[in-house]
């Protein structure tokens, strides 16, 4: 299904009816008290509801209606509040249903001890059990393949469609249960109990039933309780200090200064970007094993990357022809591109494609009828035997220079040296020669993907240091380092040497990021901070990462990480924006509470609010609307771009701390006009 | 307002500037366990000390070094409280004065151990000199030590150093900074014309023929410490403003810059222990701005007057006299008032009750806060504490879980700061509507003059300041006991969550900085902080001010 196609339908009519269902299932007071800032609100709203039937229970003078319809707003409060979280788990749960359907009754065929074949339901499959899985079959569970290779359609879980290659051994071996076998019949050993396979765990992960609450989120709600436990002193002694001068408080309009006061927009939007967070990844098609895991991104400091796949394309490209001695380059570069004309690997391409992108000329006719020399391990060579008798070869430099040695041809006196100016470089040489005569080199070179650079120096920018990985010689590596913009560089790495350098790092106090496949990527990825499995990658990498990448593609890691800060900066400028709010909230209320008693408080209606209680409805209403106004910032999260921090704090502060100071006073202004109109 | 008056606040707060640095350096030598110069001096003497009270130059773990200051505070007020209840039948009483009544002697110990001194007597005829030299001088060196050993522990704590030994620090506050300065000082005092005196008050004939009792006594020693270890309790009863204990402007402005000094140089001692002077700095900026400002609402408040007054015409050039000495005038009496509630001393040389409502609401505003520097070693670490908050919220902002000295800001650090961050509000907005509920008849004045005299009672007491509103009949058992609570929970509850939260972040692995990491060493970090320190707090007493000062102030 196309992503965009997708999302669309993830807001469709019925999740939002679902949504307000939810917003009125959760007004239960033993799932109120989880969220203790609203749950001051439900109990504020069960006071003034209390009032719309027994006005006087405390002795009030408030009109009727006052009551009816603060209640009403508080009730909308409340909804609000709820509306968010449910809409921000719905997301999830119409993915988990959708899950959910392609683990239905799938059936197995189990081969039991004696070697026979027996079909049950997949839910009796245990760990250990081998399965076989034919063409157009379902593979009942996650396993490993043991024999046989078939292509796997992945869609259900990944999204996406074009099928993949499993095999026995090696880092392809891994299969999840419901998936597809498109082509061929595999064996396959189940790895996973039924309740334990990935399906089930990516399910109850996007369902977020097992959603705990992250270190971040617990600090964050501390404060909020604190702030209001502090409102909640302030207004509850409020009475006593007006009572000595000799004015009545009304409860209806206390508890509307404390709804006020306790911080409602963050309070009742904490959970959703919570959960929101986890979906943005979850929609970026990376599966984060816990919440903790995707802030711990926002965290990190060094990012462990392996070259090839990552960095490079992995495969070496022609960059440069060089000739040799009296040869001119067009010479070159026409002999090369002869001898590729029918290679179909990527370097024989990369010189065809290099010949165009320079505008060189050659002649494809000459290799019609040519018999192609396919490259082999034994001659490290590949070329064409051309009808008029020429043999055109390249290959590596030892390999050639033996073969037109063999021929009886001389070998250039500088081709040593230009060859060893390619390796010096990182680049790989490859001689081309006609018959007996050596016609010069093709600069072959591992290629930095495009944009690779300009993403580094983002990261640089947000602090995070790169580190790449290779098997290269240093020298090469090197070269590849200083070309993509790397900090960093380990050549001629072995997989110990990940861990040594997570190690060395976190030693440093630092939070390390890692992608990685194979299985002997495991340890590397359980003991970085945030370890990124690829879902193509082996049973033991996933085990072992606490997010999945469904799209193999390694270089998400980086926006893994943007997530990750986009999650941390929603709730700090959330909070910020409550909080600053409540100076607003102070100006509209307290004026409006003693206007009567001492006139004189008129100097402190800055907004000039036309009487105490529309005043006060007016900062009630901004509070309540506050909350669906921000819901899809809340969803979205704030927009984050690279940035230093100190421009980023500057530019947020702006927006939410001063926003936060100042919308309230127009918002409440112009509700007061409109509630002005109607009282 | 004449351009002199205001270019002596100017001078004085120069010279402070120029202090704070110097003295802060000295500070974080002074406290430092690795051997330096100033160990070399001191050390021998210490040695002898810690010989007699066996204690232990090891270092102790967060617990030990809580439950050793608070245990031993404790034993101390128990000490203060005996001599009080008995000072009667006790030596070096030549004014015969009785045994102190319990409630009192309660609030008086608690009072003066909590660096508060609250004085619900009268110095003149409510303690004998024995009670004042020994148990209060002792008391006022003793709890300003404690202060100075807490906020050393605080800043080992956040830069990820051991605790220290409480009763080493505790020595070394008092041989390495309060009693030679306090010696100096005192010495000072007697130059300007403080009396220092065993002899019982004197007896004049006035002009008319009358008898007249003139109270004095070994006024400068006590006065020395009074101002130096912020503690404000005054040897008479009106305090700074009587011409014995504070004789004329030199004395004046030695009284502002003592109350000042320590508690201004340690953002710097923090900023080089921390290992970066711009740490401090920012801070110390910071708080200078605020400082500032309330100075200049005040003296603008003083000098502008009571408008119902100048409406009638009565002349006013000199500002509001009213309750002020002629002999510092609106600006000095302003500035001291200011001076006395930022760095929580609570000495005072005019009368509170009678500033302006606006230039009363200040000292009320500032011991709120508790944050504009404060007093001492307390007011810093509330300082660092809502700096931490600051890098929470801005931590966050930037996308990072937030981290202070590359100490992670976490889950336990912010239940601990939750519940410190509760204590003031609570000590101070819930006793005041139990006295405006239960005891009005207490409070002199009516309406919201009044509604501020119980406010200040208990803020000031809250904020262990100790200045007084006045016009309060606060020698009472209900206003004893229940000042006597709030100074010691304002004290010490907040002394031990914040040593737990040192404690914590000590034992955390600091991350190393990178252009990511949010710096605490910036203009905007000050602008961050000071705009959290006035939200919490002006969201926290925004209605308690509004009913008190500023509505008196509208309805002048």
Known sequence: ???????????????????????????????????????????????????????????????????????????????????????????????????????????????????????????????????????????????????????????????????????????????????????????????????????????????????????????????????????????????????????????????????????????????????????????????????????????????????????????????????????????????????????????????????????????????????????????????????????????????????????????PADLDDRGAVIATAGGTPLAVAVDSRIYGLIHLKDTVKPGMRERFEQMRRMGIKTIMCTGDNPLTAATIAREAGVDDFIAESKPEDKIAVIRREQAEGKLVAMTGDGTNDAPALAQADVGIAMNSGTVAAKEAANMVDLDSDPSKIIEVVAIGKQLLMTRGALTTFSIANDVAKYFAIIPAMFMVAIPQMQALNIMRLDSPLSAILSALIFNAIIIPLLIPLAMKGVAYKPMSTSRLLGKNLLIYGFGGLVAPFIGIKLIDLAVQALI | ???????????????????????????????????????????????????????????????????????????????????????????????????????????????????????????????????????????????????????????????????????????????????????????????????????????????????????????????????????????????????????????????????????????????????????????FVSMLMMLIVMTSISLTAEHVGNPALNALGIQHDQGSMEGKEVRFGEAQSAFYSVITTAAETGAVNTMHDTLTPIGGMVPLVNMMLNTVFGGMGVGFVNVLMYAIIAVFLSGLMVGRTPEFLGRKIEGKEMKLIAVTLLVQPFLILVPTAIALATNPDTISNPGFHGLTQALYEFTSSAANNGSGFEGLGDATPFWNISTGIVMFLGRYVSMVTLLAVAGSLAAKKPIPQSSGTFRTDTAMFGAVFVGVVLIVGALTFFPAVVLGPIAEQLTL
Request: aromatic letters at 8%.
């Open chain 1, 1 to 411: 299904m196309d992503k965009i196609e997708k999302k669309k339908k993830m807001l469709s009519g019925d999740m939002l009816g679902a949504a307000l269902r939810e917003s009125f299932v959760k007004l239960d007071p033993r799932i109120m008290m989880r969220n203790p800032v609203m749950f001051v609100v439900e109990i504020g709203f069960l006071v003034t509801l209390l009032l719309c039937f027994v006005p006087d229970a405390f002795g009030g003078s408030v009109p009727r209606w006052f009551n009816i319809v603060t209640t009403l707003i508080l009730l909308l409060t409340l909804l609000f509040a709820n509306f968010a979280e449910a809409l921000a788990e719905g997301r999830g749960k119409a993915q988990a249903n959708s899950l959910k359907k392609t683990k239905q009754d799938i059936s197995a065929n189990k081969i039991s001890s004696g070697g026979a074949i027996k079909t049950v339901p997949a839910s009796e499959l245990r760990k250990g059990d081998f399965v076989v899985v034919e063409s157009g079959e379902l593979i009942p569970g996650d396993g490993e393949v043991v024999e046989g290779l078939a292509s796997v359609d992945e869609s259900a879980i990944t999204g996406e469609s074009a099928p993949v290659i499993k095999e026995a051994g090696g880092d392809f071996s891994s299969v999840t249960g419901g998936t597809k076998v498109v082509s061929d019949r595999i064996k396959v050993r189940i790895s996973a109990d039924p309740g334990e396979s990935f399906l089930d765990r990516m399910i109850s992960l996007v369902e977020g039933a097992k959603r705990q609450k992250t270190p971040n989120e617990i600090a964050l709600n501390t404060v909020l309780v604190s702030l209001t436990l502090i409102f909640l002193i302030v207004v509850v002694t409020l009475p006593f200090f007006s009572g000595f001068l000799g004015i009545q408080l009304e409860i209806p309009i206390l508890i509307a200064l404390l709804v006020c006061l306790i911080p409602t927009t963050i309070g009742g939007l904490l959970s959703a970007i919570g959960i929101a967070g986890m979906d943005r990844v979850t929609q970026f098609n990376v599966l984060a094993m816990s919440g903790k895991a995707v802030e711990a991104s926002g965290d990190i400091n060094t990012i462990i990357l392996d070259k090839t796949g990552t960095i490079t394309f992995g495969n070496r490209m022609a960059s440069e022809f060089v000739p040799v001695q009296s040869v001119k380059e067009e010479e070159t570069a026409y002999w090369a591109a002869i001898s590729s004309l029918k290679d179909e690997t990527p370097e024989g391409r990369s010189v065809l494609e290099l010949m165009k992108k320079n505008g060189l000329p050659y002649d494809e006719k000459i290799g019609e009828g040519g018999t192609f020399i396919e490259f082999q391990a034994e001659t490290r060579m590949s070329g064409i035997d051309l009808v008029d008798g020429r043999h055109v070869r390249k290959g590596s430099v030892d390999a050639v220079k033996q073969w037109v040695r063999s021929q009886g041809g001389t070998i």
């Open chain 2, 1 to 283: 307002m004449t351009v002199i008056s205001i270019l002596a606040i100017a001078v004085t707060l120069l010279i402070m500037i120029a202090l704070a640095k110097p003295v802060g350096l000295y500070l974080a030598a002074a406290f430092d366990y690795a051997p330096n110069r100033i160990n070399r001096i001191f050390s021998p003497i210490e040695r002898i000390l810690y010989k007699i009270s066996g204690v232990r130059e090891e270092s102790q773990s967060w617990k030990m070094y809580a439950l050793s200051l608070i245990g031993s505070n404790a034993i101390m007020i128990f000490i203060v409280y005996l001599v009080l209840r008995f000072q009667g039948m006790l030596p070096l009483n030549p004014a015969g004065i009785a045994n102190m009544e319990p409630t009192l002697a309660f609030n008086t110990a608690i009072s003066f151990m909590a660096n508060t001194d609250l004085q619900h007597y009268s110095g003149e005829s409510g303690v004998s000199y024995l009670s004042q030299i020994s148990v209060l001088v002792f008391a006022m060196f003793v709890s300003p030590a404690t202060g100075l050993a807490l906020v050393m522990a605080f800043i080992r704590g956040l830069t990820g150093k051991a605790a220290g030994n409480f009763f080493v620090d505790l020595i070394r506050a008092l041989t390495r900074v309060l009693l030679p300065v306090a010696f100096v000082s005192a010495l000072l005092f007697v130059f300007m014309g403080v009396p220092q005196t065993f002899e019982p008050a004197a007896t004049a004939t006035t002009i008319e023929g009358t008898q007249q009792e003139i109270a004095r006594g070994p006024i400068a020693s006590f006065l020395a410490i009074k101002e130096l270890g912020n503690n404000g309790g005054g040897f008479l009863g009106v305090n700074s403003a009587h011409p014995f204990e504070n004789p004329n402007g030199l004395s004046n402005l030695l009284q502002i810059l003592l109350m000042l000094l320590v508690t201004t140089s340690l953002p710097f001692a923090y900023g080089k222990m921390a290992g970066s002077i711009k740490q401090g700095r920012v801070l």
